[in-house]
T-cell receptor, first 114, second 111 residues
Framework: EAQVTQNPRYLITVTGKKLTVTCSQNMNHEYMSWYRQDPGLGLRQIYYSMNVEVTDKGDVPEGYKVSRKEKRNFPLILESPSPNQTSLYFC?????????????FGPGTRLTVL | GQNIDQPTEMTATEGAIVQINCTYQTSGFNGLFWYQQHAGEAPTFLSYNVLDGLEEKGRFSSFLSRSKGYSYLLLKELQMKDSASYLCAVRLQDSNYQLIWGAGTKLIIKP
């Protein structure tokens, strides 16, 4: 089954404790992206990657890191989480061919930072 | 700056028709997407418009007017399962796939 997976789905942590949210897709997609979704706001892009070893900042990159060492994986790293990073996070991927191709989203990770 | 406006919430009756509007003021335009998002779930793709006009896909249709910076999503024969948020997103540039997202419209369907 073609899908985007994220782990963990739910996480409660404390300020300053480094964490990684994994994202993996099995569709051989070139493009991958991380978003956060907060009440009353649209999805905001954190980082994106056009292909392996190619990453770029989105609209809200502060406090986050990413890497793209393999095509299928795009982990999101919070080196020192803070309460304002409490949010619902989505990973997404799309094929690089065809600008109209839709993005496929993972199930989401609900993060709470105390 | 970039701005996408959608109504926060709408209510409609099962079996009826509802139109969800989206207006945008962005620095570029290379297409407009509509996604559906059920509560607590991931967004799923509904439609894409890049040229003016109406695109029909079953019970759902999407319209675009680039000169007016305006789009709408039309849902016909509403079903209870259509209760969800509907997200409008604009692709800014041809060179990448970055999207600017509206906050979404929560659609409540009543029997």
């Amino acid at each position: 089954e073609a899908q985007v997976t994220q782990n963990p789905r739910y996480l409660i942590t404390v300020t300053g404790k480094k964490l990684t949210v994994t994202c993996s897709q099995n569709m051989n997609h070139e493009y991958m992206s991380w978003y956060r979704q907060d009440p009353g706001l649209g999805l905001r892009q954190i980082y994106y990657s056009m292909n392996v070893e190619v990453t770029d900042k989105g609209d809200v990159p502060e406090g986050y890191k990413v890497s793209r060492k393999e095509k299928r994986n795009f982990p999101l790293i919070l080196e020192s989480p803070s309460p304002n990073q409490t949010s619902l996070y989505f990973c997404a991927s799309k094929s690089g061919g065809g600008h109209y191709n839709e993005q496929f989203f993972g199930p989401g990770t609900r993060l709470t930072v105390l | 700056g970039q701005n996408i406006d959608q109504p926060t919430e709408m209510t409609a009756t099962e079996g009826a028709i509802v139109q969800i509007n989206c207006t945008y003021q962005t620095s570029g335009f290379n297409g407009l997407f509509w996604y559906q998002q059920h509560a607590g779930e991931a967004p799923t793709f509904l439609s894409y418009n890049v040229l003016d006009g109406l695109e029909e896909k079953g019970r759902f249709s999407s319209f675009l007017s680039r000169s007016k910076g305006y789009s709408y999503l039309l849902l016909k024969e509403l079903q209870m399962k259509d209760s969800a948020s509907y997200l409008c997103a604009v692709r800014l540039q041809d060179s990448n796939y970055q999207l600017i997202w509206g906050a979404g419209t929560k659609l409540i369907i009543k029997p």
